[in-house]
């Protein structure tokens, strides 16, 4: 029985894209449905384009009832991948899939984690901190922003010419390199 990924992104959806790359044509992974909560998210285009069903919900229907959990229960997911979705998962969603959804979060927890914490946000305090490096965490997701078990971490030297913009450079070079390989893993165990 094949195992099935849903992602949940919130924005251009190029980890997304990379990762239904990263298991087009495999033998037993498929990405079967990606899940926005933005309607003018480019990761729907990517996901339609690579035939990646997509479905586009409100806040209201995630956080308050338990639409979207039915919703994404219609694909038996073996594993849901948060890659740049912005909403705290609510508690309903993440007991419905206990253990099995995991954040990707663009610094090394638990520094730099928490409510605002996404994107340039991120690489502007890590460089306002002086920090020397910087980097990504895999964690499973409990009900807390960035608060769950890590899973993966990879790291990234900071050097004093560093922006936000290239340090966001390096960080996705990092996303992109370890993200689908560490949910093949997952998979496996």
């Known amino acids: 029985m094949p195992s099935n990924i849903v992602i949940f992104a919130s924005g251009s959806g190029s980890n997304a894209e990379n990762i239904i790359?990263?298991?087009?044509?495999?033998?037993?992974?498929?990405?079967?449905?990606?899940?926005?909560?933005?309607?003018?998210?480019?990761v729907i285009n990517k996901a339609l384009n690579a035939g990646v069903a997509v479905q586009i919900f409100n806040k209201a229907d995630f956080t308050t009832t338990d639409k979207i959990i039915d919703m994404v229960?219609?694909?038996?997911?073996s594993i849901i991948?948060?890659?740049?979705?912005?909403?705290?998962?609510?508690?309903?969603?993440?007991?419905?899939?206990?253990?099995?959804?995991?954040?990707?979060?663009?610094?090394?927890?638990?520094?730099?984690?928490?409510?605002?914490?996404?994107?340039?946000?991120?690489?502007?305090?890590?460089?306002?901190?002086?920090e020397t490096e910087s980097g990504i965490t895999i964690h499973k997701v409990n009900a807390e922003f960035d608060k769950g078990e890590i899973v993966f971490q990879a790291t990234c030297a900071i050097n004093e010419n560093d922006s936000v913009e290239t340090l966001a450079a390096k960080i996705h070079l990092l996303e992109h390199e370890h993200l689908p390989p560490v949910i093949e893993k997952l998979l496996n165990e």
């Open 81 to 130: 991948v948060l890659a740049g979705f912005l909403l705290l998962v609510p508690r309903n969603f993440i007991q419905a899939f206990d253990n099995k959804i995991i954040n990707l979060h663009p610094s090394l927890l638990p520094k730099y984690g928490g409510k605002g914490m996404y994107g340039h946000y991120v690489h502007e305090a890590v460089l306002n901190a002086g």
């Open 21 to 42: 790359r990263y298991f087009d044509n495999h033998p037993t992974v498929k990405v079967s449905a990606v899940f926005t909560n933005n309607r003018q998210a480019g």
């Open 73 to 77: 229960n219609q694909y038996n997911p």
